[in-house]
Structures are given as C-alpha cells and as structure tokens.
C-alpha cells in the first residue's frame, strides 16, 4: 500500500512538472507556430501537438522508470553484497523490465504521431469545407467531404485505440514482471537461506 502511494504521488508531482515546463515553454511554441504561418497546416498543427506531447512525457511510465535509474546501482550493489545470485537475478530481471518500458515509449510515440497526422489531416479537411460551405452544398459534395473527414477521423481514433490497447499491455505485463521478479528474489532467498548461503535477514532485505 506504501509502495502505491508513494507511486501515485511521484506520478501526480511530475504531472504537474509537465504542465508547468508547458507553460514556460507556451510562449515560445506560439511564437514559432506564427513563423509557419505559410506552411502546410500538418506542419503547423505539429508543432502546437509537440508540446502536448512533452507535457504527457513528463508523467509517462517509461520516464518515471528513467527516475528510478540512479538509485539503481546502490539496491543492486546492496543486493550483490547479500548473495550474487540474488544480485545477477535482480540485474536481469531489472533489464527485462527495462527494455518493455522503452518498447511501451516507443511504440506509443510512433502511434501518436500517427494519430496526430490524421488528426491534423481531418481538421484542415473540416477547415476546407467550412471556408467553402456555399460551393461544396451547390455541387452536392457534402457527402463527399463528410466521408472524407470521417474516414481521416476514424483513422486517427483506430491509432489512438491502439495506443491505448498496446500501452494496457504492456502496463500489464511491466506489473506482472515486478511480481514474479520479487516472488522469484524471495524464493531464490529462500533456497540459499536452506543451504545456509544466507541468512533470513538478508533473505527478507532483499
């Protein structure tokens, strides 16, 4: 219960870290956004998303695993000191967990931006279509266009489903592997506490 406590606070303070580095940097992404004026609106639509992008960074699981990374030498070293099995377990099981986080990050940025292309796509489709409303209803292509919007709309929320769905399971699997990552250094403990390679203490430190 601590341990969750202490997770949702750290994951709560480094929200509000995001909303405030967006803040500072609100002024200067308008400024740039202003520059692009000229450019294609997917462009200009970027740069505004990029910042939403950095904001949700800032409380993203990958980034909180990167806060964790510094104290990770000292348990590990703490942890070789009681056994090297013990220490080589919990350095491997440690990458494993790593390396789904970086995959999770990656993934969902790759999505992301893919949604948001859509996204920006769609919006300069409703932006045409409003600026010539009185052509498009005298040629009859409101249909035309709806379906045109639509279909970008639905490929930007099918990216974001995916996003959602692939970073539920990752989520999942990252908590599993802590599970069965501290079940597995307890059990190990408890083998060498049998062989008499390490004491109940250390075996319950670990």
């Not at 580095?21 to 462009?43: C, N």
Request: hydrophobic share 55%.
């Amino acid at each position: 219960v601590l341990m969750a406590l202490i997770d949702y606070s750290r994951g709560r303070v480094m929200a509000r870290i995001g909303a405030k580095m967006s803040r500072a940097l609100e002024a200067r992404v308008f400024a740039a956004w202003l520059h692009k004026a000229g450019a294609p609106m997917a462009q200009q639509s970027a740069i505004l998303r990029d910042l939403d992008i950095l904001q949700k960074s800032y409380s993203s699981p990958i980034f909180l695993t990167f806060m964790d990374i510094p104290w990770t030498p000292i348990f590990l070293a703490a942890i070789f000191m009681f056994h090297p099995y013990l220490g080589w377990l919990a350095l491997s099981g440690g990458g494993v967990l790593l390396t789904l986080a970086a995959l999770n990050q990656m993934a969902a940025i790759r999505q992301n931006t893919d949604a948001g292309d859509y996204s920006a796509r769609a919006d300069l489709v409703a932006q045409s279509v409003q600026r010539g409303g009185d052509i498009i209803r005298s040629q009859g292509m409101e249909s035309a266009m709806g379906e045109r919007w639509g279909a970008l709309h639905r490929r930007a929320q099918q990216h974001l489903a995916q996003v959602e769905d692939r970073t539920a399971a990752f989520l999942a699997a990252i908590r599993a592997g802590r599970l069965f990552l501290q079940s597995a250094i307890l059990a190990l403990g408890a083998w060498l506490v049998l062989g008499a390679d390490l004491s109940a203490g250390a075996m319950i430190a670990s």
